[in-house]
Each structure stands twice: as structure tokens, then as C-alpha cells.
């Protein structure tokens, strides 16, 4: 039996449906479903055992932890991910605070959890973006969200569980069941939108002067690798920090091109003044360091960026 939170989320819904896929749907998914919100989509075409709200997860686990005895895998990629949010006490509540006692109820009953960390804790990257957990302290996340993800990452050093679980530093993980995300979701996700509309796509202008305009590098990955990557680092018992990307940096005007070729359309983008509230905290520059993921034996061929974006938008958003 497993548990998945976040399921009906992004990537914890592409999560679920490989599992389907492989014969698994001995499942427990767990999410919240907001009011008039649409997010309860993305668990149609699942199939699992039961679902359930995270404030009665959250109620079970601090009441009758022996619930976890029943799975031998908890996936715990919920969380409030949004970079802009404001509310720093909910973060704290939703992404700290609920995950260390998931943490302790999986770890007392030997239950294999595995969880989403996130990229954001790494901030502006001068520090390097390096998944060894000695360098963990060294890092200084540019918004609350990262902040978040952080400290449970120095928890789980300072308490010594690092060695028996799982996390993953996921990077820009773009694809299908994103929709859902509203302005999180990937600038790909947009586009196809944008460009329909105007016939070009509005890119943000640079912030420094190390980089030309559009020429800001992401590590960008389809969420089918970022799936199978998850899912080889908790069926080969593989323990600690793993970053979760390409081990490529891409600049946005690369990833526009390949919007607009799989389109079929002219290369037109236009470059506007990052918004003022994002770029105190934009990060200009992320690539993954994916060696110790393949030390542990991952050697599947990663999607390169053209054939993930021109699968995404002509057999999903098109």
C-alpha cells in the first residue's frame, strides 16, 4: 500500500498514474481540493484505494500515527509551492511543520517516505547547487517557499534521518497535468495560449548585466524523467538529497524557439521588465547536478528539451 500527498497535484498525479500504469493502485491519495477549482481533474483517470483531505491526514497523523504501519511507501509531494506566497505562517504550517510529523510517524514504522525539497532552497546560486548534505548550510533560499523547503532539509540533518529518507530537489519540471496551477505553471503552459492570442510571447528582460535578454538559464525537465527518476530513487532504497533535472541549463529564448517550432510557427518574442516583486528574489541561473542520482544506478537517456516541449504542445496542448 502506498500513500501519495499532492495527488492531485502536477507532479503527483503524473506520479500515480505510472504507478497505475506499472499494476499498482493498492494507493491512498491524498490532497485539497479547493473550492470551485478544477484541480480534482487530475484524479479522474487515476486509479486508487481511497482519497483523503489533507486536514484529516494532518488530524490522523498527529492522533493515531499506527495508520502508517499499512504502506510501505509514502510520497510526499504536497505542499503550498507557490514562490509569491505571502502568508509565511502557512508555509511554515503546510510545508515544515505537517512534514516533520509525516516524517516521524513513516520513520516509526519503517514506511519508505520519499518527499518533494525544490531547487528554490538553492536561491541565487552563488553558493553552488550542489545535493551533498554536508554543503546544506551553505544555502540562502530567495523566497519564503524556498525557506520552507529548507529548513525541513536542515531538520532532517540535525535530527540524523537523512540517512533514511528520501529527497528530491526537483528543478523545472514542465508537462501535461499542469494546467491546474494557475500562474505557476510552466511558461510552456502559457505560451501556447499567449501565442494564439498576440502571435508572439512576452519574455522577461534581464536583471543584470551578466545576462542578455532571454538569455537567463533554467534547468528545464519533462515530468515524465522527473517521474522515473522519483520513483528509481525509492525502489533502489536510495537515501539523502538528490537533485532532480537535466544536469542542462537552457535560456528561455531556447525554450521559446522550441515553443514556437513545435507550433510550426515564426520565432517572435518580445522582452518586458521583470515585475518588481519577483525580481529582488528571480533566479537567473539553476542546473542541476544530477551525478549522485547516477551513481545510483540511473541510467535512463533523459528527454532533451526540443522533443520534451514538441511532445507536451502537439499531443497535449494543441
Partial sequence: MILVTGAAGFIGSNLVKKLNQSGV???YVCDQLKYDHDGFK?????????????????????????????FTHVFHLGA?????????AQLIENN????????????????????????????????????????????RPLNMYGYSKHLFDLYLQKTDK?????????????GPREQYKGNMRSLISKAVDEIRETNQLNLFKSNT??????????????????????????NTRSFGIFNVGSGQANSWNYLARCIFDALDL?????????????????????????????????????????EAVSDYVKNYLR
Fill in 42 to 70: 487530475n484524479l479522474i483517470d487515476l486509479d486508487f484505494y481511497d482519497y483523503i483531505e489533507v486536514s484529516k491526514l494532518y488530524q490522523i497523523t498527529k492522533l493515531d500515527p499506527y495508520f502508517y504501519k499499512k
Fill in 209 to 234: 548585466l551578466e545576462y542578455k535578454d532571454g538569455d537567463q538559464k533554467r534547468d528545464f525537465l519533462y515530468v515524465q524523467d522527473a517521474v522515473d527518476m522519483t520513483l528509481h530513487l525509492a
Fill in 96 to 139: 515544515y511543520e505537517f512534514s516533520k510529523m509525516l516524517c516521524e510517524a513513516c520513520l516509526e514504522f519503517d514506511c519508505r517516505f520519499i518527499y518533494a525539497s525544490s531547487a528554490a532552497t538553492y536561491g541565487d546560486g552563488k553558493n553552488g547547487m550542489s545535493d551533498k548534505e554536508e554543503d546544506l548550510s551553505v544555502f
Fill in 25 to 27: 493502485k493498492d494507493i
Fill in 80 to 88: 503550498n509551492s507557490s514562490t509569491t506566497e505571502k502568508n509565511n
Fill in 266 to 306: 515564426p520565432f517572435q518574442v518580445n522582452y518586458i521588465p521583470i515585475p518588481e516583486n519577483i525580481s529582488k528574489n528571480y533566479q537567473n541561473y539553476t542546473k542541476a547536478n544530477i551525478s549522485k542520482l547516477v551513481m545510483t544506478g540511473y541510467d535512463k537517456k533523459i528527454t532533451p528539451l526540443n
Fill in 162 to 174: 537523512l540517512n533514511s529518507v528520501t529527497g528530491l530537489k526537483y528543478f523545472n519540471i514542465f
